[in-house]
């Protein structure tokens, strides 16, 4: 095969497993805690840190945080005569940290931008849910599946998943 078909497997994702839409109703709800004053488009940025532990058995395997953020079909870009970008309606990854079955380290401390509004100048303000995801099978593509993220602390704030075979991942949060 040439270089321009693994090209467009890329491109089109056909080299990636796939993952069902996201369930925010087995997710967390994220928010800033900067106003929305309508004026402006503030963001805090927060510090989050994963840890993924190696599980009960060896059949565990993938596991990952989602931060994702819904948006309308608005166009983002536009010019005079054409809209440039226009994403579809619906939850957009905005932010992951994953981990496979041999590494159960921490990983590094990352920021995370929550919006405080959803957009400059707008006093809505955005949504945002994580979600948690593990891998389902032994086949050469293994299914990813959404795990139930439920809160465990809030002072500091950590939010935990489990997978079917005794895997745990843990995101804290400091703000």
């Given at each position: ?73 608005k166009c983002s870009v536009e010019t ?96």
């Amino acid at each position: 095969m040439n270089a321009h078909f693994f090209a467009l497997l890329l491109i089109f994702g056909l080299g990636h497993s796939a993952r069902d839409p996201v369930d925010p109703a087995k997710g967390v709800q994220l928010h800033s805690r900067i106003p929305c004053d309508g004026f402006g488009g503030p963001e805090e940025a927060v510090h989050v840190q994963a840890t993924f532990s190696s599980g009960a058995s060896s059949a565990t395997g993938a596991r990952e945080f989602v931060v994702s953020r819904y948006q309308t079909d608005k166009c983002s870009v536009e010019t005079m005569f054409q809209c440039w970008h226009k994403p579809r309606t619906g939850w957009h990854e905005l932010w992951s940290a994953a981990s496979n079955a041999s590494n159960a380290k921490p990983s590094a401390g990352d920021i995370l931008p929550l919006a405080s509004c959803n957009e400059w100048g707008s006093s809505e303000a955005p949504q945002y849910v994580l979600s948690g995801w593990y891998q389902e099978g032994s086949d050469a593509k293994p299914i990813w599946r959404q795990g139930t993220v439920k809160q465990v602390s809030s002072q500091p704030e950590v939010y935990e998943f489990a997978d079917p075979n005794g895997g745990t991942a843990r995101l804290e949060i400091r703000r």
